[in-house]
C-alpha cells in the first residue's frame, strides 16, 4: 500500500497477480463487492441498523480513555478489556505515524497505554489489513478494528481462508461517513493557521474531551486549534474519496460491535456539537460481541444505558438516510457506464424507497453531474 499523489492510500501492483487470486480479490475485496452471506447474521436484519444484538449508549469507566478517545471510548474500553483478560494477544488499530503527526500508521496494540495513544478518530486514510497475510501466518490471536468496509473485507475473506476465523475472535469498527484524503488535512491546517507542516509536533482531529478540537502543537509551543463542526463539516467531509459517495455500509454491519457518536440533539432532534463528556452508540451484531460487550460491564471497563433502536437515527441522520442514496448513485454510474462495485442482501432497494423518490433523485441526478463533469475517479 502507498499514498497516492492525490492524498488517499491505495494498493501498489508490483507483479503480475495470478488467475485464482484475482477471483479472490474479487470475492473478498470491498470496492468491489460486499455482501452478507445468510450463514453469517446471527440476528435481527435491522433494514436500516443491519443485524442488531444489543442497542446500548455507553463509556469508558477510566475517565482518562473516555476523554482521549473519539466519543466515549467505546472501542478502546472493549479492546483494554480484551487485553487485559488475555482473550486475545494483541489488537490491530490505526493510529499516529512514528514518522510524521499528520500521518496514520497500522499499529499493533498489545496493553491499555498503546490502546490509550490510539484512541480517536484519524480522519484521513488507514490501510489496517496491509499486511493481513503474514498476521494470518503468524504466531498469537488478535482483535482487529477498522472502519466498516475493512472490516467487511476481513469477513469476506472469513469465508475463504479458515485462518481468519482462527487467528481473528473480535471484529471491531467505528461508524464511518468517508475518509479524507491527506489534501482534506492539509486543507484543514492551513485554515487553522499552519503555514509549514514540518513545524508541527503534535495534532489530533478531535477527542481530548467530546467532540474536541482538531488540534497542532508547533515544535515552539504554538497551538492551533478549531472546532469539530467547522473541521469535519466544511473542511475535511470536502475531500472524501468518491467509494465513501456510494458505501453501502458506513454503520459496520460485518462486525461483532460498532460504536459511533451518540449525539445529544436539540428540540428540533438535531445533533449538537457543544463541549459534553463523551458517549459512544455500543450496538453488539453477533452473540460473542455481545458477550465481550457484557463482560467490559461486569468488569467495570464500560458503562451502559439502554437506547432505543429509534433514537439512533436521531443521533446519526446521515447515516440513516444514506444506504437509500446507494442505488441512486449506482444508476448515474451505469448511465455513464462506469464499471459499480456488487452489493447484495444489504437491504438498499429498501432504504430508497424509504428515501422518497424527490431525495432518490436528487441522489441520482447530482452523481450523474460530477461524473460527466469528470469527477469521481479519485
Ligand atoms: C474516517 C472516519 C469517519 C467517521 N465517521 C463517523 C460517522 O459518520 N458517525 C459516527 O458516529 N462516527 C464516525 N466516526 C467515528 C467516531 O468518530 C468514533 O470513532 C466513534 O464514535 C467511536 O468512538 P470511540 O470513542 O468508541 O472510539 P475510540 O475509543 O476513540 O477508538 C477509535 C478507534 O478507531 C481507530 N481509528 C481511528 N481512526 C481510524 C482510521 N482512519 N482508520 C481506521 N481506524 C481508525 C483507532 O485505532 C481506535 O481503535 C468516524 C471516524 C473516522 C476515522
Ligand atoms: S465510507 Fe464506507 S467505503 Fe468509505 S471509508 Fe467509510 S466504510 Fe469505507
Known amino acids: 500500500m502507498r499514498d497516492s499523489p492525490a492524498g488517499y492510500r491505495r494498493p501498489e501492483v508490483i507483479a503480475q497477480v495470478p488467475a485464482h487470486q484475482a477471483q479472490m480479490i474479487d470475492a473478498v475485496c470491498p470496492g468491489a463487492n460486499i455482501r452478507h452471506s445468510a450463514g453469517d447474521l446471527e440476528a435481527e436484519y435491522h433494514p436500516v441498523w443491519g443485524p442488531l444484538v444489543g442497542v446500548r449508549l455507553g463509556w469508558s469507566k477510566d475517565d482518562e480513555l473516555r476523554r482521549n478517545a473519539s466519543s466515549g471510548g467505546g472501542l478502546s474500553a472493549i479492546l483494554a478489556q480484551l487485553l487485559t483478560t488475555g482473550a486475545v494477544d494483541y489488537v490491530v488499530q490505526t493510529s499516529v505515524s512514528p514518522e510524521s503527526p499528520v500521518r496514520n500508521a497500522l499499529k499493533i496494540s498489545t496493553g491499555r497505554d498503546d490502546v490509550f495513544h490510539s484512541a480517536g478518530s484519524r480522519y484521513a486514510p488507514s ?68 503555514t509549514d507542516e514540518a513545524d508541527i509536533a503534535a495534532f489530533r482531529y478531535r477527542g481530548d474531551g467530546w467532540p474536541g478540537f482538531a488540534t497542532a502543537e508547533l515544535s515552539d509551543g504554538r497551538r492551533f486549534q478549531m472546532d469539530y463542526d467547522t473541521s469535519w463539516g466544511s473542511i475535511l467531509n470536502r475531500h472524501l474519496q468518491f467509494r465513501c459517495k456510494i458505501c453501502p455500509d458506513g454503520i459496520g454491519e460485518f462486525a461483532d460491535i460498532v460504536c459511533a457518536d451518540g449525539w445529544h440533539c436539540d428540540d428540533n432532534g438535531n445533533p449538537m456539537f457543544d463541549e459534553q463528556d463523551g458517549r459512544s452508540i455500543v450496538l453488539t451484531r453477533t452473540r460473542k460481541g455481545e458477550e465481550l460487550v457484557m463482560e467490559a460491564i461486569d468488569a467495570g471497563m464500560l458503562v451502559t444505558q439502554p437506547l432505543s433502536i429509534d433514537a439512533i437515527a436521531q443521533m446519526q441522520p446521515f447515516q440513516a438516510r444514506r444506504k437509500g442514496m446507494v442505488l441512486p448513485r449506482l444508476a448515474a454510474m451505469a448511465a455513464v457506464r462506469r464499471k459499480r462495485p456488487r452489493f447484495a442482501d444489504l437491504a438498499l432497494a429498501e432504504n430508497t424507497r424509504r428515501l422518497g423518490l424527490k431525495e432518490s433523485l436528487r441522489s441520482l441526478l447530482g452523481t450523474l453531474r460530477r461524473l460527466l463533469a469528470g469527477q469521481g475517479t479519485e
Not at 489496517?128 to 476481513?154: M, Q, T, Y
Not at 485462518?163 to 468517508?178: S, W
Request: proline letters at 7%; aromatic letters at 8%; glycine letters at 10%.
Open 127 to 194: 490501510s489496517p489489513l496491509e499486511d493481513i497475510g503474514k498476521r494470518l501466518d503468524a504466531d498469537g490471536r488478535f482483535a482487529f478494528v477498522g472502519k466498516p468496509c475493512d472490516v467487511a473485507g476481513l469477513r469476506q475473506l472469513a469465508r475463504h481462508d479458515p485462518r481468519v476465523n482462527e487467528k481473528v475472535p473480535y471484529m471491531l469498527a467505528f461508524m464511518c461517513a468517508g475518509v479524507p484524503s491527506y489534501r482534506g488535512t492539509s486543507a484543514l491546517l492551513k485554515e487553522m493557521g499552519v
